[in-house]
């Protein structure tokens, strides 16, 4: 069984700064991948950023990075150059390669300061 | 590319009867789809899994008979919250998974709210 933990319930961020998030995990398969969703006020999922276990290689996508420690099983989201766009609950989740079936953690809120 | 519709958006009803929920994939065959059920300021809470064609998983403490599940085709899963309750408010979302990788598209949700 795969677990996701989100310990943090809330964050802010003054805008243009930067903050991390901060998501462990547990799994016992090899095979695995590791998301970071956003949930505006609009309800809408939104996928940020994901990761493959096997790549060594932090994923990038655009302001929104990730820092993977695997045998830590750690995977923290930073967003650089913070906007009040990015205002929104996020959810770190889990799933294998043999099963689709996400486990999300239980989110952080995000605020950002103008 | 990967767009999930929900319909509908919203739905208020009386306690007692019956809602159904319609979740498509409109440019993509899933094979698989999810229905999440979400309360305020939580996390998304999985209900059950299904398959193209085949019955629904459901998850631990979840009642299949109050929640209906169908996926007659690979565009198109439908929950069915049947003989609706107060208890039974919440967003309700899905999301469907693709035929080349386990990354899971959602929609936007389902408001619904019962009187």
């Known amino acids: 069984a795969q677990t996701v933990t989100q310990s943090q319930p809330e964050m802010s961020v003054q805008e243009a700064e930067t903050v991390t998030l901060s998501c462990t995990y547990d799994?016992?398969?090899?095979?695995?991948?590791l998301f970071w969703y956003k949930q505006p006020p609009s309800r809408q999922m939104i996928l940020v950023i994901r990761?493959?276990?096997?790549?060594?290689q932090n994923a990038t996508e655009n302001r929104f990075s990730v820092n993977f420690q695997k045998a830590a099983k750690s995977f923290s989201l930073k967003i650089s150059d913070s906007q009040l766009g990015d205002a929104a609950m996020y959810f770190c989740?889990?799933?294998?390669?043999?099963?689709?079936?996400?486990?999300f953690g239980k989110g952080i809120t995000l605020s950002v300061r103008p | 590319g990967a767009v999930v519709s929900q319909h509908p958006s919203w739905v208020i009803c009386k306690s007692g009867t019956s809602v159904k929920i319609e979740c498509r994939s409109l440019?993509?065959?899933?094979?698989?789809m999810f229905w999440y059920r979400q309360f305020p300021k939580q996390s998304l809470m999985l209900m059950a899994t299904?398959?193209?064609?085949?019955?629904?998983?459901?998850e631990q403490g979840v009642e299949k008979d109050k929640f209906l599940i169908n996926h007659a085709s690979l565009t198109l899963s439908t929950l069915t919250v049947t003989s609706a309750h107060p208890e039974d408010s919440s967003f309700y979302i899905c999301?469907?998974?693709?035929?080349?990788?386990?990354?899971?598209?959602f929609g936007p949700g389902t408001r619904l709210t019962v009187l």
């Open positions: 990761q493959e276990a096997y790549k060594q």
């Open positions: 299904s398959n193209e064609g085949s019955k629904a998983t459901y």
């Open positions: 440019d993509f065959q899933a094979t698989t």
């Open positions: 799994t016992s398969e090899s095979d695995y991948y």
């Open positions: 999301s469907a998974r693709g035929t080349r990788s386990n990354e899971q598209f």
């Open positions: 989740a889990s799933n294998t390669g043999a099963n689709s079936k996400l486990t």
